[in-house]
């Protein structure tokens, strides 16, 4: 049987169970210098291998992206980490650094071309809107988190039982997460040696909300998997590439970790719509809330300026160590997240775009 083609990330297309309770209803260290170069890589013919489904940048002709008068997140987010298993120190500052440069300031940088930031990205989620024009919040914090080191629903995870997962971190007897249904996003992350339903074979993340019979409560909440040991080569390419094309060389992870890197553009997808999207009745494009297009789906494996099909576009290119990048956050951490559509200009855009 051949494997399934690659998409960067791979995505899912959230169905819903016949349990699911219908969702056309609410339910209650410094910048990098001189040395960082644009670069593009030549497509060569292994690249047209991974399909050419990908929406192109400035293909707007066939989007039909609507609001569906559901509630988009205006109040301040706060995000909930949950590590599910096994967590390195250093994976932990990854990951909370991309989160907390999402509603950063933008740092100045007189006498030459600012930096393409997290914020910068961030303000293009910001201009949707919900029933009453107010925008999504410019705000994200970094909340309270849970450790559930002793796997507590084991090594490998169904869709419904993540949703025990957030129940036993929302609930617990020690330090239990906040419950705030209104702006709290809960974002499960599992280790490399958790497996997950559909994982690798059909997603890389995907967001929803809880069900109350379950949880207790509606909570949007997020998963991601680490995919360092079970498929790099689909969910964290480019910095590793599927073993069934020979020749295509990795790019080298920006922060050295080639599982958490791949995983900073999943959850900045994850985040971005669950955000315009977080009860599924918001912002997407199609006729069916069961498979909705979302904002970050229609910009999948566009991460630069002329992206589109099986080519990642422009990025940039650290002369130091070879780490491959478009924006930069707090510290000058460095991380490669894809573009999300913009409504104004209806294509996809990221601040590191050489024509915007």
């Known amino acids: 049987m051949s494997p399934p083609p690659v998409r960067h990330p791979l995505r899912r297309r959230s169905s819903l169970s016949s349990s699911s309770p219908s969702s056309s209803t609410p339910p209650t260290q410094p910048p990098p210098g001189p040395t960082t170069k644009q670069t593009q890589t030549n497509k060569s013919s292994s690249d047209l291998e991974f399909g050419s489904s990908k929406k192109f940048e400035g293909s707007s002709e066939f989007v039909h992206l609507r609001y569906h008068m559901g509630p988009v997140l205006t109040s301040n987010i706060t995000v909930h980490p949950i590590w599910y298993g096994h967590w390195s120190p250093l994976q932990k ?14 740092p100045s ?53 993540i949703q025990s997962v957030i129940k036993s971190a929302v609930t617990s007897r020690t330090k239990p997460l906040p419950i705030n249904p209104r702006s709290g996003l809960y974002l499960l992350l599992t280790s490399a040696d958790v497996s997950v339903q559909d994982f690798c074979g059909q997603v890389c993340g995907f967001h929803y909300f809880t069900f109350p019979s379950i949880v207790g409560y509606t909570l949007p909440y997020a998963w991601v998997g680490n995919s360092a040991t079970q498929c790099p080569g689909s969910c964290a390419y480019p910095f590793a590439v599927p073993v069934y094309i020979p020749g295509l060389k990795p790019k080298r992870a920006p922060n050295g970790d080639v599982g958490v890197d791949g995983m900073l553009s999943v959850i900045g997808h994850e985040i971005a719509e669950l955000a315009t999207n977080p009860l599924v009745n918001a912002w997407y494009a199609g006729q069916d809330p069961s498979f909705p297009t979302e904002i970050a789906d229609l910009c999948e494996g566009i991460y630069g300026t002329g992206g589109g099909g099986s080519y990642m576009g422009q990025l940039m290119e650290d002369g130091r160590d070879g780490a491959t990048y478009n924006m930069v956050g707090n510290g000058g951490r460095r991380f490669l997240v894809q573009w999300v559509w913009n409504p104004v200009v209806s294509y996809c855009s990221g601040p590191n775009a050489l024509d915007q």
Do not use: C, M
């Open 109 to 161: 940088t007189p006498h030459r071309r600012p930096q393409p930031t997290v914020s910068a990205w961030w303000r293009t989620v910001r201009l949707y809107t919900d029933q009453t024009n107010q925008n999504i919040s410019k705000t994200l914090l970094l909340g309270q988190e849970k450790n559930d080191r002793f796997y507590s629903h084991g090594k490998s995870l169904t869709r419904l039982s």
């Open 93 to 106: 500052r990854i990951i909370r650094s991309f989160l907390s440069s999402i509603s950063a300031p933008t």
